[in-house]
T-cell receptor
Framework: ETGVTQSPTHLIKTRGQQVTLRCSSQSGHNTVSWYQQALGQGPQFIFQYYREEENGRGNFPPRFSGLQFPNYSSELNVNALELDDSALYLC????????????FGDGTRLSIL | DAKTTQPNSMESNEEEPVHLPCNHSTISGTDYIHWYRQLPSQGPEYVIHGLTSNVNNRMASLAIAEDRKSSTLILHRATLRDAAVYYCILNNNAGNMLTFGGGTRLMVKP
């Protein structure tokens, strides 16, 4: 069973640029969630996708957007990067249904200069 | 989601049991209690969850107070690999959108 994989593992961008992060969900999982984790803090929920549609969103501005593909893989796009966007971005996949465990990847470390 | 309160850090000796507390005095009747842990340089990992009754799995046990205002994650025999940040999360939505707090950093001494 292949777990959740994210790419790239590390990325450096400058302010104002755009970035796309990718996530391959665990086999059989149809729900993907994205989280942002600043240094020394717990992860913060960005949004969730289920069957290619956004299924819930946290307190993040519209410049954070996403996609889910028919194979349930997903992308997180961030436009107009700001210094505060520097963080670890985590993807988690799960089966649909109540209180299914989420399976996390090891994240993409994004640094904004 | 209701808020949880956990100690910032705890220490344990290897091969001894560890009891990680979590207070959630404003828990609602539909809130499930979830525990995740995050090992260094890794994403969070699901540990266990429950509603009212105590729960056991291969990783840990979850003891839930009768009034549900607190719970305790029990690692029966700590190993060095159990050193991690442990998050106690209340979740009442079927969409599994987790709200993480600061967690408890567990240090395990050999």
């Amino acid at each position: 069973e292949t777990g959740v994989t994210q790419s790239p593992t590390h990325l450096i961008k400058t302010r104002g640029q755009q970035v796309t992060l990718r996530c391959s969900s665990q086999s059989g999982h149809n729900t993907v969630s994205w989280y942002q984790q600043a240094l020394g803090q717990g992860p913060q929920f960005i949004f969730q996708y289920y069957r290619e549609e956004e299924n819930g969103r946290g307190n993040f501005p519209p410049r954070f957007s996403g996609l889910q593909f028919p194979n349930y893989s997903s992308e997180l796009n961030v436009n107009a990067l700001e210094l505060d966007d520097s963080a670890l971005y985590l993807c988690a996949s799960s089966l649909d249904g109540t209180h299914q465990p989420q399976h996390f990847g090891d994240g993409t470390r994004l640094s904004i200069l | 989601d209701a808020k949880t309160t956990q100690p910032n850090s705890m220490e344990s000796n290897e091969e001894e049991p560890v009891h990680l507390p979590c207070n959630h005095s404003t828990i609602s009747g539909t809130d499930y209690i979830h525990w995740y842990r995050q090992l260094p340089s890794q994403g969070p990992e699901y540990v266990i969850h429950g509603l009212t009754s105590n729960v056991n799995n291969r990783m840990a046990s979850l003891a839930i107070a009768e009034d549900r205002k607190s719970s305790t994650l029990i690692l029966h025999r700590a190993t060095l690999r159990d050193a991690a940040v442990y998050y106690c999360i209340l979740n009442n939505n079927a969409g599994n959108m987790l709200t993480f707090g600061g967690g408890t950093r567990l240090m395990v001494k050999p």
